[in-house]
């Protein structure tokens, strides 16, 4: 007999939480992502349509968010062929698409995405320093320092309307982030050349012209101003000289010139 009053009352345990969790999501949206959007689904979500059950009254964002993708990236949404906003909130069984930057076609983002910086300019989060001294070296301003919290990148971002760069998937997803990437690749050289492909901003480059250390412009100085303040070979051994205005490191076009061009690989050197 107790054994029999056990078993019932465990019946009773969970029946009603099997019912609260058929009743907790019998809503869902058919969600599908386009392109480099599928990097932050699980392989059996990339490149298809799949059904994401949900409960109460979530804008669109929330939805997308839910399943890793940062809305950053998400540069189109259509719910039922229309196209919807962030605060959009879908109807039960809604088919809702969304489709990262597109490449080579002139669309206006319109509702999803005010206008970006042209030419771009950047923050970078504390995993991207060597990055940051690349984007410098090409030319763009680009704001690093490894002190700096996740707030003080939004706050910086959106007061200086630049574009956030970063490994770190969750700053990305912060209401506060406007303009932003996750970059793939963990290597620095890749990490150039995916970035400059991504804001298609190749042509805005402009190499040597700023300082690798502090992002401050880079200038000409006459030779003689820098006698005693770099080596006595490289004084003698070259007659063109550069200063940054704002830290004073010294330039020129020494052995590692060649090797940072390279570095621009298929998209530069556009330097004369
Ligand atoms: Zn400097």
Redesign the pocket.
Known sequence: MGKLVYKSLKICQVAPNKFKMVKKFSKHIELRFYGGLNHFLPASKRQVPFNLPYMGTPTVKDLIESVGVPHVEVFLIVADSISVGFDYKPEPSSQISCYPRFYNLSIDYGILRPTEPAPPVFILDVHLGRLASYLRLYGFDTLYSNCYSDDQILRLAAAENRIILTRDKGILRSGAAIHGYYVRSTQPKEQLNEVVDYFSMACFADPFSR?S????L?ETVDRENVKGLVAENSYNHYHSFYR?S????IYWEGSQYKGILNLFGRHGPHHE
């Open positions: 300082c250390l502090c992002n401050g880079v940054c704002r830290c004073g490191q």
